[in-house]
């Protein structure tokens, strides 16, 4: 088959899923807890129908149609990075020591990339998009990818309880594994066609992939967090016994 | 050079790692009680014989009737998952996603084979999987059969 039309398949519908699970996150009432999945499914749309918009009206080699690959790219990339920030503050809600040392490590982080991001662009000083941007988004993209996986550990350290945060971390981290395998792939053959189409076709694949991790981790996963909450009745019921109070 | 190259191979490494935990995390769920069991019987699947001679006997299998008997077991219950007692007729986010995982077990089962290393693992993998999906199918046509009637309800009603 085509490689074509499967990635236009796995493209469509992943659209078609990020729409369904949109509305699903902004109409159930565990929106607060899903605000970072909420903001990049919304950058992830955005980017993906400005993009085919822009390649319908302008062309593949236009200037206008890179100008908005390069910006969505940067947008996303910042998603991400913000994605996994709140991934984190959601990770060590309970655990506010934690916290100022990882949100300290995070605005670091974020230092070092720009740093280094500007001290390789200051080479290639005069093209903004194919210099600093470029950068940018790789050295980022790779960075939420480290981030994500100390995440997961984290939550393995901590005997982390919410399993809707490990899935979702699992999936955030199939998006970014594949895509950044690939990213290097076409690094070391130096461009070649055959591994740009993999490369595309796998960048689809893995949103596809982490949209449904998602959509069960949304859809299947919250109930078992209602019943951590409803856990504590009881215990709420033997300590008041203990006391002699009646609840 | 060599560091694309370490990103390549860790990004690799990491992809696969995160996809087999997620659907690991997946296959997890607990069902309120063993529904599969029905289903087994029902359409005579041999997936909890063969699970169940590996886990206490460790017996050794012949290979080319084994991949036959997970293949025939998965053909029998995808197909089950998405005409009984499914009203949308298309299968759900997580069985997607596990069936791509049951076919790179499959992959993997045949690599491990011509290794001769973890086939037992690869094999034990593939059922818990195929019990998911037993247990899915049971669960459904459970609640079709009985709907909202309760069990007085459902007595009075024979």
């Known amino acids: 088959m085509d490689s074509g039309i499967v990635s236009y398949g796995f493209q469509y519908g992943a659209y078609l899923i990020q729409v369904g699970l949109i509305i699903l996150v902004a109409r159930s009432s565990h929106r607060n807890r899903l605000v970072g999945v909420l903001l990049y499914l919304s950058c992830l749309l955005a980017t993906g129908l400005g993009r085919t918009y822009a390649l319908r009206m302008y062309g593949l080699a236009s200037r206008q149609y890179s100008y908005v690959y390069w910006t969505t790219d940067f947008l996303l990339v910042i998603s991400a990075f913000l994605l996994v920030c709140l991934f984190f503050r959601r990770a060590c809600l309970q655990q506010e020591k934690m916290w100022r040392f990882v949100r300290l490590l995070l605005t670091f982080i974020c230092v070092l990339v720009v740093s280094i991001s500007g001290l390789l662009f200051s080479h290639h000083y005069g093209n903004l998009l194919a210099g600093f ?27 982390s309880v919410d399993d809707q945060l490990g899935l979702l971390v699992c999936g955030v981290g199939i998006q970014f594994a594949g895509p950044a395998a690939t990213f290097a792939l076409v690094h070391l053959t130096a461009n070649e066609g055959f591994a740009q189409s993999l490369n595309s076709l796998v960048n689809r694949f893995c949103t596809l992939g982490m949209i449904l991790v998602w959509a069960y981790a949304i859809v299947h996963v919250k109930e078992k967090a209602t019943q951590v909450t409803r856990r504590q009745i009881p215990v709420l019921a033997e300590v008041a016994a203990h006391l002699n109070i009646q609840v | 050079m060599i560091l694309a190259a370490l990103i390549l191979i860790l990004s690799t490494a990491m992809f696969f790692f995160y996809f087999q935990v997620s659907c690991q995390k997946i296959l997890r769920r607990q ?3 063993e529904y599969f069991q029905s289903i087994v019987n029902a359409n005579r699947l041999e997936f909890p014989s063969l699970r169940k001679s590996l886990e206490e006997f460790g017996a050794p299998v012949d290979y080319p009737r084994l991949r036959m008997m997970l293949k025939c077991d998965f053909l029998a219950l995808t197909y089950l998952l998405k005409n009984a007692a499914n009203v949308n007729q298309r299968y759900s986010s997580e069985e997607r996603l596990l069936i791509l995982y049951f076919r790179w077990q499959f992959l993997s089962l045949a690599v491990r084979r011509l290794l ?21 199918v049971g669960q459904r046509v459970n609640t079709v059969r009985f709907g909202n009637l309760t069990a007085a309800d459902y007595l009075l009603n024979l």
């Open chain 1, 133 to 159: 941007i470029v950068e940018f988004s790789q050295n980022l993209y790779f960075t939420c990818l480290v981030l994500n996986t100390l995440l997961y550990l984290l939550l393995q350290q901590i005997d």
């Open chain 2, 31 to 33: 069902f309120d009680r």
């Open chain 2, 116 to 136: 001769k290393v973890g086939e037992k693992k690869a094999v034990l993998r593939l059922t818990s999987v195929l019990q998911y999906f037993a247990n899915v």
